[in-house]
């Protein structure tokens, strides 16, 4: 008997065993982009630097549009366990492993034993999942904490203890505190006790909220500032079809994969959609006799799909927010209604085994996929910045096209003297304030022939990709011309070569021409 009562602990000890090998498969191999070096490269500061590079004002917003709460824990994890790319992800992976069991959890009160160790071992191994649990920032925190907040809602609605209802208004709070649009999920979450029709819920709910919002409230002090910022972000507004690339991402991953694949998956998310959303609505509708798993559905699907549709409704009518990876939560939730769906949903076997067959292919070619990706944004910035110092004399400068390659070589090099150049002003793409340069200790020059100084050789490292739009640019309004760093040194220095790292590009230029000598920014 006893071991019987141990079996399903021991499976999902498996499980978890499961979700932290695959989250450490090649953690430190693949080099971090600029996103995550950022985030360590602003961490490492500490607090009150950290303050100052986000609400500083600038041009009528905050420097910067993140709370500082990852920054801050992520800053203790790195003085505890170094900085190396590995030491800096393994914080996330331990977040993502403690998100499965924390799904376990909630699938076990929401439905049973079965559908729980599915729910668990369907995010051990989703791609999207990993995919940010093996990354330097916030997202996978995001998806614990509000993984998190569901159950405790969930408890404090059936059980109504004021433990519960006080441990969510808490950890809502703290949502907040991770990433602003934690709010998607959050407003869904008050609107169920809504939907539901449960009076006595909707007050307690409200209660609750309004501490969540007590504890938020020294840094929504704020949020109009970083709203200000928000409205000069790169984020652009959405159509439809965003809402069927987020469904892609749930059941794939978060890269522009190779277009032989994005029939397959598109096809996958569909299908798994449509069951999932038929069996749903089929189940909510029979009234016929008691349904125990109806209120669990509604709860699964609607944090589902909600804050997705809530979050496309606000990009599209005020301000663009739609990133997929804020809805790593909603994906999570998306993970458990399946599992509703392969064990509890009355679906034939045959059909079943079908669509886990066809959605592992697609699990095991996302997992490759994220494991070996060393392209844009991410390619070997490692090798480069080794290149460079063993290359570069001491009088050759190094300049960057952009912070896109920058903080991630500075990252692996803190030695190897680099400069960039500042983005387009008042583009999407110009989102690194100078406040946040100045706590970061790395100034961006304004134009490339100030980075250059007219000095005898220059070495210069940008993106194919990014060479490619500064042309679209370039064609689409003549004035950004001047900002075509690339153009601007072929034309006043001679390119004696180029090195390529996958596509990275490092350009070296020698032989500066009297106009270089003495050039100035343009006006």
């Known amino acids: 008997m006893s071991a019987l009562k141990s079996r399903p602990w021991s499976i999902l000890v498996l499980i978890l065993l499961l979700a932290f090998g695959l989250r450490l498969i090649n953690l430190g191999g693949?080099?971090?982009?600029?996103?995550?070096?950022?985030?360590?490269?602003?961490?490492?500061?500490?607090?009150?630097?950290?303050?100052?590079?986000?609400?500083?004002?600038?041009?009528?917003?905050?420097?910067?549009?993140?709370?500082?709460?990852?920054?801050?824990?992520?800053?203790?994890?790195?003085?505890?366990?170094?900085?190396?790319?590995?030491?800096?992800?393994?914080?996330?992976?331990?977040?993502?492993v403690l998100t499965v069991g924390a799904v376990y959890l909630l699938a076990r009160d929401w439905f049973d034993e079965r559908t729980a160790r599915t729910a668990a071992l369907i995010v051990a191994v989703a791609p999207f999942h990993v995919q940010y649990s093996q990354e330097t920032r916030m997202y996978a925190l995001l998806a614990l904490v509000l993984t998190l907040a569901t159950w405790t809602l969930?408890?404090?609605?059936?059980?109504?203890?004021?433990?519960?209802?006080?441990?969510?208004?808490?950890?809502?709070g703290i949502a907040m505190y991770v990433q602003q649009l934690a709010a998607m999920v959050l407003l869904a979450l008050g609107l169920l006790p809504f939907v539901v029709h449960h009076r006595g819920q909707m007050i307690r709910t409200a209660l609750a909220s309004l501490l969540a919002l007590a504890l938020y409230l020294p840094w929504m002090l704020n949020l109009p500032d970083q709203l200000g910022k928000l409205r000069q972000y790169w984020v652009q507004k959405p159509n439809v079809l965003?809402?069927?690339?987020?469904?892609?991402?749930?059941?794939?991953?978060?890269?522009?994969?190779?277009?032989?694949?994005?029939?397959?998956?598109?096809?996958?998310?569909?299908?798994?959609?449509?069951?999932?959303?038929?069996?749903?609505?089929?189940?909510?509708?029979?009234?016929?006799?008691?349904?125990?798993?109806?209120?669990?559905?509604?709860?699964a699907l609607w944090l589902a799909f909600m804050p997705m549709v809530i979050m496309w409704i606000v990009s599209y009518l005020v301000q663009p927010v739609f990133l997929p990876r804020a809805l790593l939560p909603s994906a999570v939730m998306f993970y458990i209604a399946l599992a509703w769906l392969f064990t509890r949903a009355s679906v034939p076997g045959l059909i079943v085994g079908v669509l886990a067959l066809t959605w592992g292919v697609v699990i095991v070619f996302s997992l490759i996929t994220h494991y070996t990706w060393n392209t844009f944004p991410t390619p070997p910035f490692d090798a480069a910045t080794d290149y460079l110092d063993q290359q570069a004399e001491e009088t050759d400068v190094i300049v960057h096209g952009n912070k896109i390659t920058a903080l991630p070589m500075v990252y692996y090099d803190r030695d190897l003297p680099q400069r960039y150049v500042r983005d387009i002003p008042g583009s999407g793409s110009d989102t690194l304030a100078v406040p946040t340069q100045k706590t970061l200790g790395l100034l961006a020059d304004e134009c490339i022939a100030q980075a250059a100084g007219g000095a005898p050789h220059v070495w210069y490292?940008?993106?194919?990709?990014?060479?490619?739009?500064?042309?679209?640019?370039?064609?689409?309004?003549?004035?950004?011309?001047?900002?075509?760093?690339?153009?601007?040194?072929?034309?006043?220095?001679?390119?004696?070569?180029?090195?390529n790292f996958k596509d990275l590009r490092l350009y070296l230029f020698t032989g500066p021409d009297q106009q270089a000598l003495a050039a100035e920014c343009e006006p």
Request: aromatic share 16%; glycine share 6%.
């Open 30 to 96: 693949r080099t971090l982009w600029y996103d995550e070096a950022f985030a360590v490269l602003f961490a490492e500061k500490g607090w009150d630097a950290m303050v100052d590079g986000t609400l500083t004002q600038v041009d009528g917003g905050a420097a910067d549009v993140h709370p500082l709460l990852y920054y801050a824990s992520l800053d203790t994890w790195m003085e505890v366990f170094g900085q190396s790319p590995a030491a800096v992800r393994l914080y996330s992976v331990l977040i993502g």
């Open 154 to 172: 969930w408890r404090a609605c059936q059980h109504g203890h004021w433990g519960y209802w006080l441990a969510f208004g808490v950890l809502a």
């Open 461 to 499: 490292v940008t993106f194919e990709k990014l060479e490619d739009e500064m042309v679209e640019l370039g064609e689409d309004d003549p004035d950004n011309l001047r900002y075509d760093s690339l153009r601007w040194l072929r034309e006043h220095y001679t390119e004696a070569a180029v090195k």
């Open 242 to 299: 965003h809402l069927w690339l987020a469904l892609r991402t749930f059941v794939s991953v978060n890269l522009d994969f190779s277009p032989a694949w994005w029939l397959p998956t598109f096809l996958i998310a569909a299908v798994l959609t449509v069951f999932l959303l038929y069996r749903g609505y089929t189940l909510l509708r029979d009234k016929r006799r008691e349904q125990p798993d109806r209120l669990p559905v509604l709860w």
